[in-house]
Nanobody, 117 residues
Framework: QVQLVESGGGLVQPGGSLRLSCAVS????????MAWYRQAPGSQRELVAT?????????RYADSAKGRFAISGDSAKNTVNLQMLNLKPEDTAVYYC?????????WGQGTQVTVSS
């Protein structure tokens, strides 16, 4: 059973940075397509960034994240990270880590990111 645990969220001022981490246990993150999603109050969960470990190895981003966010994997720690720069109030949300393959999908419990002055 794969377990995902997010960390690194918090309160940051507009223009600030945060680095979220998703600790993967039960398997190597390289066995899955890894992704970060977010959900703001009253909104649907939306895809932020994807790391395609099982295919091209490429990263893809939502338009709102392009140029500001970067997803990466750390094999030594078996974590997937989301570096977020130049944060905006509209980035405020609970951020979730997701791992999926052809048969299964796994979610973490989420970490709160609040961007406010």
């Amino acid at each position: 059973q794969v377990q995902l645990v997010e960390s690194g969220g918090g309160l940051v001022q507009p223009g600030g940075s945060l680095r979220l981490s998703c600790a993967v246990s039960g398997s190597s993150f390289r066995s899955y397509t890894m992704a970060w999603y977010r959900q703001a109050p009253g909104s649907q969960r939306e895809l932020v960034a994807t790391l395609d470990n099982t295919g091209s190895g490429s990263a893809r981003y939502a338009d709102s994240a392009k140029g500001r966010f970067a997803i990466s994997g750390d094999s030594a720690k078996n974590t997937v990270n989301l570096q977020m720069l130049n944060l905006k109030p509209e980035d405020t949300a609970v951020y979730y880590c997701n791992a999926r393959d052809l048969r299964s999908a796994y979610w973490g419990q989420g970490t709160q990111v609040t961007v406010s002055s």
